[in-house]
């Protein structure tokens, strides 16, 4: 254990896989259940490395946070070479090596808490039970589709009064949602109710982020917490956040986005590693890796931390959010052996500021090549773990995920085994024993029981620093879908078709870009053709300077931006994961740049459920042209400014395109 001792004085990412081998990540409720002791260590690292105490170590949580963004400093002085006349900045969004430089950083974070975790289970009565139980963590991930629990209701069109169901419950676990939950204490070995550390992260009281640096993000003290992360901020409760709204958000957009990533894995569109890693717009599909990742920081993040590239990764769920954006990566590498960067020389570039070797001769960085495999730094995936067969890495993911999403030929079924809901009444950490507590914690959700049960509370327009829409674009949208719906209902937005990513930053496109395609051998065809319909968008990165979202209404959008992600017309959403530029010199340089970002929203099974209460005939394009020139609209809503003037907005093209 002296080298991983060494690499946490040297500030050296060394992995795990040397100290501890090779060892699966698992879904963060798989570990609580069937790892209880783990889990425990876990929580008391996390708690420790949280600490005040923390903040002023390198490899601490606070500092390891800060290498996403603030505060604008250099972590233990690596410059990465960057112009002295911007901010600092290590994130390499919107570019080829987004996937790679992310997968060092979670290593880091993961050979941090490993090595508290090491120092913690001496202080147990039990050392050795201990030391066991920690040869087996890795971080866990957050799979955002396994269902939590059984029968839900949200927003939707289906069941009339903007609500629809479904059988299955996709919520936030509540491991990340409870404010309290039982922990081990080494003094006695025994549970104790403690403060849960996945729950939210205090800022340190000093050495925090400075004042200043808060004030360049727009965010109003007395409005956004600078005290500790929160997740969907309300205008009531503007230091906390609404729970209940955050997994009405997440059960509503979950199928769309559940085909999007079948469709990466699985389709030869998106064969080529360059377009299925970046959203950095270019002549492949619009969908990709990093625009499903930036979506999903809208969404847990409702305009709270999580929403907002500077402060991200302080927010707990980070790296549960951002270590199953990397099982995807590494899914699509073991279904794609052969798929990796092109000439492009970038695999080979340093990604700072994560050191690989510190010596007398000085200090060298993981490359993305060496960041290649997982195993190389101790962890792999159940789903490619001793699985050499791409086509069974395929077939695995398709059977675990296909189930929940439907086609214009295939139903819901029923989930296999391993994918329904855990029964998590005998998890340690929910042995709440004295009654004086049950009665300030919520009763834990087992099969489909609500985590907290009340009505969806509505979002004044100052939710997310006084939002304004963007009402130009609704012209704009409305040509572009006259246009582009005429294409695909005459043949133009097929598959096969040669449609590129648009390049002119103003008008919108006379042919659609490239969709994603569905693979025919997941449909049940049954002798009739199958469309599935697609919003792709280009814009530009930088054009708000800092964090927006596009939302997608087939009907028309609420009165209030609030109301938005709860509106039941919400087809999708385009969240465009920015820092301002004063913030991030790598912004800085796409803002330059005019850094065009490109990204696919699946609109099927809002227009399936259009179909179901007899308003769309059905998705074939004669039918589907006609419906959406009457009610697909769109709305723009920044998170990083108070208010908005529509004139600020360049660069948004928005096209129709369909794959059948």
Not at 4 to 30: I, S, T
């Amino acid at each position: 254990m002296e080298v991983l001792k060494k690499a946490q004085a040297d500030g050296v990412l060394v992995g795990l896989k040397d100290v501890a081998g090779v060892v699966p990540r698992l879904d963060v409720d798989l570990l609580l259940l069937n790892e209880p002791d783990t889990f425990n260590l876990f929580l008391l690292a996390l708690q420790s490395l949280q600490s005040e105490k923390g903040s002023e170590d390198k490899m601490g949580y606070f500092q390891i946070a800060g290498i996403h963004g603030l505060p604008m400093e250099l972590w233990d002085d690596v410059a990465a070479g960057k112009d002295t006349s911007q901010a600092p900045g290590y994130c390499a969004h919107a570019t080829t090596i987004f996937p790679t430089w992310h997968r060092p950083y979670l290593a880091m974070m993961e050979q941090t808490i490993y090595s508290k975790i090491l120092e913690i289970a001496e202080t147990f009565p039990n050392p050795q039970k201990y030391r066991d139980a920690a040869q087996k963590f890795r971080l866990p991930y957050w799979d955002y589709y396994r269902p939590r629990g059984n029968k839900v209701g949200f927003p939707g069109v289906r069941l009339g009064g903007g609500r629809t169901t479904f059988n299955y419950d996709f919520s936030i676990p509540q491991i990340m949602a409870l404010d309290q939950v039982m922990i081990r204490t080494p003094e006695k070995d025994e549970l104790e109710l403690k403060v849960n550390p996945m729950k939210t992260f205090n800022f340190p009281t000093t050495g925090s982020i400075p004042e200043e640096e808060w004030d360049i993000l727009g965010l109003d003290a007395a409005s956004f917490s600078r005290k500790r992360t929160v997740r969907y901020p309300t205008s009531s409760k503007p230091l906390d956040g609404d729970l209940n709204q955050l997994n009405q958000v997440l059960n509503s957009q979950r199928e769309s986005n559940t085909g999007l990533i079948l469709n990466m894995i699985s389709d030869d569109v998106y064969n080529v590693y360059e377009e299925f890693a970046t959203d950095s717009a270019n002549e492949g599909p619009s969908g990709s890796l990093e625009g499903i990742h930036n979506d999903y920081h809208g969404l847990i993040g409702g305009g709270g931390h999580m929403s907002r590239v500077p402060i991200a990764a302080f927010d707990p769920v980070f790296w549960m959010h951002h270590c199953n954006i990397d099982r995807w990566l590494a899914i699509w590498q073991a279904s794609h052996p052969n798929g990796w960067f092109s000439d492009s020389g970038l695999e080979n570039a340093p990604l700072y500021p994560f050191r690989l070797t510190r010596d007398q001769d000085g200090d060298t960085f993981w490359t993305s090549d060496q960041s290649r495999s997982t195993t190389t730094f101790g962890y792999t995936y159940p789903d490619i773990q001793g699985i050499s067969d791409p086509d069974q890495v395929k077939a695995l993911f398709e059977t675990h995920y296909e189930w929940s999403r439907r086609t214009p030929t295939q139903n819901y079924k029923d989930p296999p085994k391993d994918m329904k809901p855990l029964d998590l009444s005998l998890a340690q950490v929910y042995q709440y024993k004295q009654q004086t507590q049950l009665d300030t914690i919520p009763n834990i959700p087992i099969h489909g029981q609500k985590l907290i049960n009340r009505q969806v509370k509505t979002l004044a327009k100052t939710t997310a620093s006084a939002l304004e829409s963007f009402n130009v674009s609704t012209t704009s949208l409305n040509d572009a879908a006259k246009s582009s719906v005429h294409d695909a209902a005459n043949g133009n937005a097929r598959v096969g078709s040669e449609g590129t990513r648009p390049q002119d930053s103003h008008t919108p496109t006379e042919s659609p870009s490239k969709p994603p395609k569905t693979s025919e051998s997941k449909l049940d065809r049954d002798d009739k053709e199958s469309f599935e319909w697609y919003i792709d968008d280009v814009v530009e990165r930088l054009a708000l300077d800092g964090s927006f979202t596009i939302y997608y209404f087939l009907g028309a959008p609420p009165t209030s931006p609030g109301d938005y992600p709860l509106s039941p017309h919400l087809a999708g959403t385009t969240h465009i994961f920015a820092a301002p530029t004063a913030a991030c010199d790598h912004c800085g340089r796409q803002e330059q740049q005019a850094k065009l970002v490109a990204h696919t929203t699946a609109i099927t099974s809002l227009l399936l459920d259009y179909v179901e209460i007899g308003e769309l005939e059905d998705l074939n394009p004669e039918h589907v042209k006609r419906f959406l020139v009457e009610k697909l609209d769109w709305k723009v809503l920044t998170v990083c400014h108070p208010f908005l003037s529509s004139v600020d907005v360049v660069g948004i093209k928005a096209n129709i395109s369909t794959a059948g």
